[in-house]
């Protein structure tokens, strides 16, 4: 038996061939920014944020921003009607709504991987069974189905959180399903069974990990969806309570103000739209660098 | 030659499939009535064209799929759909090379790994570096390179993802091997170096092959005995040179002029075959080849034709060089 | 006078980690009316060549050449307008998987009569009517009735037959067949290769067969161009070809076919094709051949003459024995 080939240089590793398609999508790399700052914003809010986000400052209702006539350095982006910092409250806002993405992005996709993994796998039945209670979810209008989620449960930021999982996790599993169903017929999936893997070795060690792509970037995009709805959530009163300096929640206290003192109500407004913005421009360039389909010779 | 270790009689799969919305059910005889043995240290080629059964029998033999009738032993033991505990001691005997070498590797795995697994599933109690001991070893022995041990599918050609898969199915000493058309996605000057590894393996490891393909200038090389197939059923079974030099039954024959040889000296007149390969769904009363064949005649149309007796066997009313 | 005349094609992919040379130098005339192939293994850039000069490549390719001609007319300097008028009238080509080259939305006869639309000014009538012509033409049974049934309704080689019909539609003075009959059954491959030899000598079109199978080349074809990783190694006529091949990467492919071994062994020629990050110096062909010594794999070598079938080699083969020509090359 001859050797196959002398030691060649290999093609660039996967990682790296990712990161050359996923930097021709300049939106992308400038939402990957902004997203890397907001993580960054979030984990250190405390250190750089002048004041605490609870702290009353009496004389200084309603200030404007320093460069607007009666603003002061001492306030950089004001104060709301309590006499808050706007900015400490901004920065703390930030880590809400990271933490918001995150535990709802994965309490829904470990519930949404798993049912769609055994809806891939399942007899006719019972994967219709699934998927005609996912169509049914989806099938509400997702804020509307988080409301009287809220409503039963009680609003809080926890139970926010619960509910919005609960209506994205339809996306995972449809998501799964479609990539494990196209996988499993695979010939790699069939020498694992000749190998003697059983069926839950398969099911997940076997076929997940090829079927991760698509999810990944549902993921991201789910994960702005989250900041939406929260957001959505705190401004109709559902959701984290105030004082929890938390966007949406600022907006809807600061509603009365609109008027008078424009601050209060854009800036946590400008916040959400960057965020969502920043992930979802993210999203498309992680689509287009990991779907094969896309990829070009 | 040494006693066979597999053998199957009159070996069926049928499918039952629905025709419409309220249409009744039909059935599909993907495979109807095979009998071969496979000896350890020859190849048993399966020739046919697409729809012939070539795969359901692949599936048939590595356990994949269950018989519908029919019997088939392997080592002396009879095997049952349902029988886990003897399935998987059975199971470790027959190992499969699959056609793609694209697709039959998980590609979230590195070669090290694809080539443990079946150790760490059908046998925990050896140790984790004996594990990777013997990995190595087959490495080295399918002709790849200990660096490409820890590397990904990804990064290999199609002829070393085949050497690849070839090291895999032997992991678990097998001693039938099922080769469904290995180096039919190889180029020409790959396919020769695989086929030239299956050849060393052969000798090496004494292994029964089950070779499937539709190259017959492959099959002609490769194997000992050969079966021919046509919409599910054999129609003609010996040993290679009898059934290549002497072909009997008419599809047989029409199959091998119709194979290009690479020898632009020898271009002969080719039997024109008329007519479409009838769908399985709708398989022709009497013998299947009837509608394409040149001798076909009323009892052809009519009645279905058994395989002679002897060793090499054919279905056909009016055989080839025969006395008709 | 050549219907088709290429002189040193090049074809470069502009990928994610940097150019891929798909096509290196390639060289080409095919007269009207001849029949020939171009043989190579996957990679070997065979069918991209041919897309090139149709214009059917993507925007990442780059295409370059000193002279790419059809019938007089220069297609380097042709806007992509005046070349559409071109192709699929007087040059079509057929594809490997007849099942996808159909479009599964409409009906058979629909497609052979939009092309007639397209590139002839025929009245409906006589469009029906030159369909179903076409449809004999290519022997399919009961033409009329099978225009109106639509692709998925049709075996593999049967939409091959309509995929042929419909580069027939507007009498092509070159007809380009990729892989026509890999994705068929023997027996079917058999009948579409007879219909393709059969429309050449009755319709005198020129047909350029691209394929990777010796025994479709040796059945079939006149003149034979083989490539390798993007050039044209070797040029030959098809007996000379297999009886005395000049290129060493060509004997060495005829060597390894299984009809032709003898012993329980193959020969191989060992490693695999070059890819794109391992472009050898010299000669591409120097790592995996067996004549190979330092002026191979160091300097790039240059065609030998049509005596030697043009192989492009400092030692070409003369029934097996490799020729020193390193001073004649000037």
Same mark, same amino acid.
């Given at each position: 038996?001859?050797?196959?080939?002398?030691?060649?240089?290999?093609?660039?590793?996967?990682?790296?061939?990712?990161?050359?398609?996923?930097?021709?999508?300049?939106?992308?790399?400038?939402?990957?920014?902004?997203?890397?700052?907001?993580?960054?914003?979030?984990?250190?809010?405390?250190?750089?944020?002048?004041?605490?986000?609870?702290?009353?400052?009496?004389?200084?209702?309603?200030?404007?921003?320093?460069?607007?006539?009666?603003?002061?350095?001492?306030?950089?982006?004001?104060?709301?009607?309590?006499?808050?910092?706007?900015?400490?409250?901004?920065?703390?806002?930030?880590?809400?709504?990271?933490?918001?993405?995150?535990?709802?992005?994965?309490?829904?996709?470990?519930?949404?991987?798993?049912?769609?993994?055994?809806?891939?796998?399942?007899?006719?039945?019972?994967?219709?069974?699934?998927?005609?209670?996912?169509?049914?979810?989806?099938?509400?209008?997702?804020?509307?189905?988080?409301?009287?989620?809220?409503?039963?449960?009680?609003?809080?930021?926890?139970?926010?959180?619960?509910?919005?999982?609960?209506?994205?996790?339809?996306?995972?599993?449809?998501?799964?399903?479609?990539?494990?169903?196209?996988?499993?017929?695979?010939?790699?999936?069939?020498?694992?069974?000749?190998?003697?893997?059983?069926?839950?070795?398969?099911?997940?060690?076997?076929?997940?990990?090829?079927?991760?792509?698509?999810?990944?970037?549902?993921?991201?995009?789910?994960?702005?969806?989250?900041?939406?709805?929260?957001?959505?959530?705190?401004?109709?009163?559902?959701?984290?309570?105030?004082?929890?300096?938390?966007?949406?929640?600022?907006?809807?206290?600061?509603?009365?103000?609109?008027?008078?003192?424009?601050?209060?109500?854009?800036?946590?407004?400008?916040?959400?739209?960057?965020?969502?913005?920043?992930?979802?421009?993210?999203?498309?360039?992680?689509?287009?660098?990991?779907?094969?389909?896309?990829?070009?010779? | 030659?040494?006693?066979?270790?597999?053998?199957?009689?009159?070996?069926?799969?049928?499918?039952?499939?629905?025709?419409?919305?309220?249409?009744?059910?039909?059935?599909?005889?993907?495979?109807?009535?095979?009998?071969?043995?496979?000896?350890?240290?020859?190849?048993?080629?399966?020739?046919?064209?697409?729809?012939?059964?070539?795969?359901?029998?692949?599936?048939?033999?590595?356990?994949?799929?269950?018989?519908?009738?029919?019997?088939?032993?392997?080592?002396?033991?009879?095997?049952?759909?349902?029988?886990?505990?003897?399935?998987?001691?059975?199971?470790?005997?027959?190992?499969?090379?699959?056609?793609?070498?694209?697709?039959?590797?998980?590609?979230?795995?590195?070669?090290?790994?694809?080539?443990?697994?079946?150790?760490?599933?059908?046998?925990?109690?050896?140790?984790?570096?004996?594990?990777?001991?013997?990995?190595?070893?087959?490495?080295?022995?399918?002709?790849?390179?200990?660096?490409?041990?820890?590397?990904?599918?990804?990064?290999?050609?199609?002829?070393?993802?085949?050497?690849?898969?070839?090291?895999?199915?032997?992991?678990?000493?097998?001693?039938?091997?099922?080769?469904?058309?290995?180096?039919?996605?190889?180029?020409?000057?790959?396919?020769?170096?695989?086929?030239?590894?299956?050849?060393?393996?052969?000798?090496?490891?004494?292994?029964?092959?089950?070779?499937?393909?539709?190259?017959?200038?492959?099959?002609?090389?490769?194997?000992?005995?050969?079966?021919?197939?046509?919409?599910?059923?054999?129609?003609?079974?010996?040993?290679?040179?009898?059934?290549?030099?002497?072909?009997?039954?008419?599809?047989?024959?029409?199959?091998?002029?119709?194979?290009?040889?690479?020898?632009?000296?020898?271009?002969?007149?080719?039997?024109?075959?008329?007519?479409?390969?009838?769908?399985?769904?709708?398989?022709?009363?009497?013998?299947?080849?009837?509608?394409?064949?040149?001798?076909?005649?009323?009892?052809?149309?009519?009645?279905?034709?058994?395989?002679?007796?002897?060793?090499?066997?054919?279905?056909?009313?009016?055989?080839?060089?025969?006395?008709? | 006078?050549?219907?088709?005349?290429?002189?040193?094609?090049?074809?470069?992919?502009?990928?994610?980690?940097?150019?891929?040379?798909?096509?290196?130098?390639?060289?080409?005339?095919?007269?009207?009316?001849?029949?020939?192939?171009?043989?190579?293994?996957?990679?070997?850039?065979?069918?991209?060549?041919?897309?090139?000069?149709?214009? !059917?490549?993507?925007?990442?390719?780059?295409?370059?050449?000193?002279?790419?001609? @059809?019938?007089?007319?220069?297609?380097?300097?042709?806007?992509?307008?005046?070349?559409?008028?071109?192709?699929?009238?007087?040059?079509?080509?057929?594809?490997?998987?007849?099942?996808?080259?159909?479009?599964?939305?409409?009906?058979?006869?629909?497609?052979?009569?939009?092309?007639?639309?397209?590139?002839?000014?025929?009245?409906?009538?006589?469009?029906?009517?030159?369909?179903?012509?076409?449809?004999?033409?290519?022997?399919?049974?009961?033409?009329?009735?099978?225009?109106?049934? @639509?692709?998925? %309704?049709?075996?593999?080689?049967?939409?091959?037959?309509?995929?042929?019909?419909?580069?027939?539609?507007?009498?092509?003075?070159?007809?380009?067949?990729?892989?026509?009959?890999?994705?068929?059954?023997?027996?079917?491959?058999?009948?579409?290769?007879?219909?393709?030899?059969? !429309?050449?000598?009755?319709?005198?079109?020129?047909?350029?067969?691209?394929?990777?199978?010796?025994?479709?080349?040796?059945?079939?074809?006149?003149?034979?161009?083989?490539?390798?990783?993007? %050039?044209?190694?070797?040029?030959?006529?098809?007996?000379?070809?297999?009886?005395?091949?000049?290129?060493?990467?060509?004997?060495?492919? !005829?060597?390894?076919?299984?009809?032709?071994?003898?012993?329980?062994?193959?020969?191989?020629?060992?490693?695999?094709?070059?890819?794109?990050?391992?472009?050898?110096?010299?000669? !591409?062909?120097?790592?995996?051949?067996?004549?190979?010594?330092?002026?191979?794999?160091?300097?790039?070598?240059?065609?030998?003459?049509?005596?030697?079938?043009?192989?492009?080699?400092?030692?070409?083969?003369? %029934?097996?024995?490799?020729?020193?020509?390193?001073?004649?090359?000037?």
């Amino acid at each position: 038996m001859s050797e196959a080939t002398a030691n060649l240089p290999q093609p660039p590793s996967p990682l790296r061939e990712f990161w050359s398609y996923f930097r021709e999508n300049r939106g992308a790399v400038i939402g990957m920014y902004v997203f890397m700052v907001f993580f960054i914003v979030a984990l250190i809010a405390p250190l750089i944020a002048p004041y605490t986000p609870h702290e009353q400052f009496r004389d200084h209702l309603l200030q404007p921003p320093f460069w607007q006539e009666g603003g002061s350095t001492e306030f950089l982006l004001g104060t709301d009607p309590l006499g808050r910092d706007m900015l400490s409250r901004l920065l703390h806002g930030a880590r809400f709504s990271f933490f918001i993405g995150v535990i709802v992005v994965s309490i829904a996709s470990f519930f949404g991987v798993i049912i769609g993994v055994i809806s891939g796998f399942a007899p006719k039945w019972m994967d219709t069974l699934i998927m005609r209670l996912m169509d049914i979810i989806l099938s509400f209008p997702s804020l509307l189905l988080a409301l009287v989620l809220v409503a039963i449960l009680g609003p809080s930021l926890i139970n926010a959180m619960i509910a919005i999982a609960l209506v994205l996790q339809p996306h995972f599993v449809r998501l799964t399903r479609a990539a494990v169903i196209s996988e499993r017929t695979k010939d790699y999936v069939t020498a694992a069974k000749v190998a003697g893997a059983g069926r839950l070795r398969t099911m997940f060690v076997t076929v997940l990990p090829n079927c991760l792509a698509p999810i990944i970037v549902q993921a991201a995009l789910s994960f702005s969806t989250a900041i939406l709805d929260a957001a959505a959530l705190g401004f109709l009163g559902m959701g984290a309570q105030p004082p929890t300096p938390e966007w949406g929640t600022m907006l809807a206290e600061a509603r009365e103000f609109i008027l008078r003192a424009w601050w209060v109500v854009t800036l946590p407004g400008i916040c959400i739209l960057v965020s969502v913005l920043a992930i979802n421009l993210m999203g498309d360039g992680l689509r287009d660098a990991l779907d094969p389909k896309l990829k070009r010779s | 030659m040494s006693a066979p270790i597999l053998s199957a009689t009159d070996l069926r799969r049928h499918f039952e499939v629905k025709s419409g919305l309220f249409g009744g059910t039909n059935t599909v005889r993907a495979l109807d009535g095979a009998s071969f043995e496979l000896v350890p240290g020859r190849t048993l080629a399966v020739v046919g064209e697409s729809g012939c059964g070539k795969s359901t029998l692949a599936n048939l033999v590595t356990m994949i799929d269950t018989p519908t009738s029919g019997t088939f032993t392997i080592d002396g033991q009879d095997i049952q759909p349902g029988d886990e505990l003897k399935d998987k001691v059975l199971r470790a005997k027959v190992q499969i090379v699959f056609q793609n070498p694209y697709g039959s590797l998980n590609p979230r795995q590195t070669i090290g790994k694809i080539l443990m697994e079946p150790l760490l599933l059908n046998r925990p109690e050896i140790s984790a570096e004996e594990r990777e001991r013997r990995a190595r070893e087959m490495v080295e022995l399918v002709g790849l390179r200990p660096e490409h041990f820890n590397r990904y599918p990804h990064m290999f050609s199609g002829g070393q993802r085949q050497r690849i898969a070839v090291a895999r199915a032997l992991m678990l000493e097998p001693e039938i091997l099922v080769l469904d058309e290995p180096v039919s996605a190889l180029d020409l000057s790959i396919q020769s170096q695989v086929l030239n590894l299956l050849t060393d393996l052969q000798d090496k490891f004494n292994l029964a092959y089950l070779f499937i393909s539709h190259d017959l200038s492959v099959v002609r090389h490769f194997a000992d005995d050969v079966i021919v197939m046509y919409l599910g059923k054999p129609v003609e079974q010996g040993a290679k040179d009898e059934v290549f030099e002497n072909p009997r039954h008419p599809y047989t024959k029409a199959l091998l002029s119709a194979t290009p040889m690479a020898d632009p000296a020898r271009r002969q007149e080719r039997i024109k075959l008329e007519g479409e390969l009838p769908s399985p769904l709708n398989v022709p009363v009497g013998c299947a080849f009837n509608p394409r064949c040149w001798k076909a005649t009323e009892e052809c149309r009519n009645k279905r034709p058994d395989m002679s007796d002897g060793s090499h066997r054919f279905a056909c009313f009016h055989p080839e060089n025969g006395d008709n | 006078m050549s219907l088709l005349e290429i002189k040193n094609l090049t074809v470069e992919f502009r990928t994610a980690n940097g150019p891929f040379r798909a096509v290196d130098s390639v060289d080409m005339t095919v007269t009207a009316g001849e029949l020939v192939a171009i043989v190579g293994e996957s990679g070997s850039g065979k069918s991209v060549s041919m897309l090139a000069m149709m214009g !059917l490549l993507p925007w990442t390719a780059n295409i370059t050449a000193d002279k790419m001609e @059809f019938d007089g007319k220069d297609l380097l300097r042709m806007s992509p307008k005046e070349r559409r008028k071109i192709i699929g009238k007087d040059v079509s080509m057929i594809f490997q998987e007849p099942m996808s080259s159909l479009n599964p939305c409409y009906t058979v006869g629909f497609q052979i009569k939009e092309v007639l639309r397209q590139h002839t000014d025929l009245t409906r009538a006589e469009r029906q009517a030159r369909a179903v012509e076409l449809m004999e033409q290519v022997g399919i049974p009961d033409p009329a009735k099978r225009l109106n049934v @639509f692709p998925h %309704q049709l075996s593999g080689g049967m939409s091959q037959r309509v995929m042929i019909a419909m580069a027939l539609a507007c009498k092509p003075k070159l007809l380009i067949a990729d892989e026509p009959t890999t994705a068929l059954d023997v027996t079917i491959q058999a009948q579409i290769l007879d219909l393709l030899i059969d !429309l050449q000598k009755t319709e005198g079109m020129a047909l350029i067969l691209i394929t990777h199978d010796m025994g479709v080349v040796a059945e079939t074809v006149e003149r034979v161009n083989v490539q390798y990783a993007g %050039q044209r190694v070797e040029q030959q006529e098809v007996n000379a070809l297999f009886s005395n091949p000049h290129h060493p990467y060509t004997a060495a492919l !005829l060597a390894a076919l299984p009809e032709r071994a003898t012993g329980r062994h193959l020969p191989t020629i060992p490693g695999v094709v070059p890819g794109q990050f391992d472009r050898p110096q010299g000669c !591409l062909f120097s790592p995996r051949c067996e004549f190979a010594d330092d002026h191979c794999r160091t300097k790039p070598p240059v065609a030998a003459g049509p005596e030697l079938g043009k192989a492009l080699c400092h030692r070409p083969l003369q %029934q097996g024995v490799p020729q020193d020509q390193k001073e004649v090359s000037a």
